[in-house]
């Protein structure tokens, strides 16, 4: 059973992501990926008196001319129409009804999930009410006043909400599980550091062996804190292979499914040896897959070290493994038990990057700072590469998608100008990211 879905839509410019923070703020988007849903939407938990719900996020389309964007917003409703349990229709308020209103109004009205108008910006408590009732014109019911950013008015607008909404609520989940994969060639210590992982210095709270997803396949559960992890298929981990029958000898399958299966991959080389190509393919894998990764140089105990033999090493690492660039490196030794449990931090830290959700604000910042560096190169027309807009549209891993006049006009060397840019001023370490152009409709 899912929770009820809150659709927020609304012309541009009036308040909906401001709304949208106000009842879920600071918490961590899901992503579904299920039929009955749409993908690539982010769905954010929100709660009001214990009744639980879920937010969609729309995308905030904030472009000037709001004539050109009018289908846009259409299809917006439409999708919000679909799988809304309640949707909230914001207004400006201060601004009074619009014809793009009454345009989303005509849509609206007489359709399946309950409607309620939000009139925002409205904290002048003494014009309030009756800049409010002015929506009532748009046949859609009693408008609610609120202030989407001092939060007035939200409070009477989530009792309304939550009394239209189905009473029966799902279960609540118990702890969030992580699921882990761990991933390399054979006898760099992948079973070594499953063990130090497991057992550890730091006993673990609970320890089990569940079925995995395929017959042969067992996860083990470790609670650490206040998370869950699931790491996956432990049981093709201690399977050794004594004949070297080509690629199946490295059970190089059994990884890609571990690797699809995990929100965070860790790939062990061995400090002893060098980079293979099976460990470039496997970083390939994780970053095609868009899971988040930890790179893991084990048997550290092993190599003689100076002072700069880390920094050397690190470096060395994710150049061969440039897939993975960004993810963190750690050095272990499972046999002394040497910072094992910093791939528990680690794991941790990518996990949190990769459900990392960044505000349209500094999102656009940041990407005015990366134009204002290095405007896009003009085609050999003279036209020029212009970048609206950036948004968000997608976590796990984070997934962007930016505005442009035409996507041809952005060629393979400025996008990944733009991606270094990213990375430099919001990092996302251990975690890929996704670039979408998109040109004008
Ligand atoms: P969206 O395009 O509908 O998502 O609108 P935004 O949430 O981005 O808000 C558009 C503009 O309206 C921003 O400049 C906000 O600061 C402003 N805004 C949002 N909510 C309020 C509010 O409650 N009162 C006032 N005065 N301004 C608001
Ligand atoms: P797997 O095939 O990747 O699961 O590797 P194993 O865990 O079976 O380890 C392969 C070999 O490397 C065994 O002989 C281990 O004792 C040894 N080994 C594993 N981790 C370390 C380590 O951190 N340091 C050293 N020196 N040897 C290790």
Redesign the pocket.
């Known amino acids: 059973m899912q929770l009820p879905i809150v659709a927020i839509v609304?012309?541009?410019?009036?308040?909906?992501?401001?709304?949208l923070n106000r009842l879920a703020g600071g918490s961590e988007a899901i992503v579904y990926d299920q039929p009955g849903v749409t993908r690539d939407r982010l769905y954010l938990p929100a709660e009001w008196c214990g009744y639980r719900f879920e937010v969609v996020d729309t995308g905030?389309?904030?472009f000037e001319d709001s004539e050109v964007f009018l289908p846009l917003i259409r299809e917006q409703v439409e999708i919000a129409l679909a799988e809304a349990a309640a949707v909230l229709f914001?207004v400006d308020g201060?601004q009074g009804i619009t014809g793009g209103d009454r345009e989303v109004a005509d849509w609206l009205r007489g359709r399946k999930p309950p409607v309620l108008i939000v009139a925002?910006?409205?904290?002048e408590p003494s014009t309030a009410l009756s800049l409010a009732a002015e929506f009532y014109a748009l046949g859609l019911g009693e408008p609610y006043a609120?202030?989407?950013?001092?939060g007035s008015g939200t409070g009477d607008l989530l009792d309304a909400l939550v009394a239209v909404l189905p009473k029966e609520q799902p279960e609540a989940q118990e702890l969030p599980e992580l699921r882990v994969s761990i991933v390399g060639r054979p006898n760099v210590g992948k079973s070594s550091l499953l063990n130090a992982l497991v057992g550890g210095e730091h006993p673990r709270s609970m320890v089990s062996e569940v079925a995995g997803t395929t017959r042969d396949a067992i996860d083990t559960l470790v609670e650490r804190g206040e998370r869950r992890y699931r790491l996956i298929d432990t049981a093709g981990i201690r399977r050794k292979s004594r004949v070297d029958y080509g690629p199946e000898a490295f059970g190089v399958t059994r990884a890609i499914r571990a690797i699809r299966r995990a929100d965070v991959v860790v790939l062990v080389v061995d400090a002893t040896e060098g980079i293979h190509d099976q460990e470039r393919n496997l970083a390939a894998k994780i970053a095609s897959a868009g899971r988040a990764c930890v790179l893991v140089v084990n048997k550290w105990d092993a190599i003689e070290k100076d002072t700069y033999t880390m920094n050397h090493y690190r470096d060395e690492v994710r150049r061969e493994l440039d897939f993975v660039e960004w993810a963190p490196v750690v050095f272990t030794s499972a046999l002394t038990g040497q910072r094992v449990e910093k791939i528990f931090d680690a794991i941790d830290a990518a996990a949190g990057q990769h459900q990392r959700r960044v505000s349209?604000s500094v999102l656009n910042e940041a990407l005015q700072d990366a134009l204002l560096w290095r405007s896009p190169p003009a085609s050999r027309q003279g036209r020029q590469g212009k970048v609206y807009y950036a948004t968000q549209i997608a976590t796990n891993p984070p997934t962007f998608v930016l505005f442009v006049n035409d996507t041809k006009l952005f060629k393979e060397g400025y996008r990944r100008y733009l991606e270094g840019q990213f990375r430099g001023s919001l990092g996302f370490e251990g975690s890929p990211v996704r670039f979408i152009f998109r040109g004008k409709p």
């Not at 609304?10 to 401001?18: A, D, I, Q």
């Not at 609120?146 to 001092?150: C, E, L, Y």
Request: a positive charge; zero cysteines; proline letters at 4%.
């Open positions: 609304g012309r541009p410019n009036v308040g909906k992501s401001t709304l905030g389309l904030v914001v201060q925002n910006k409205l904290e609120v202030s989407a950013i001092h349209t």
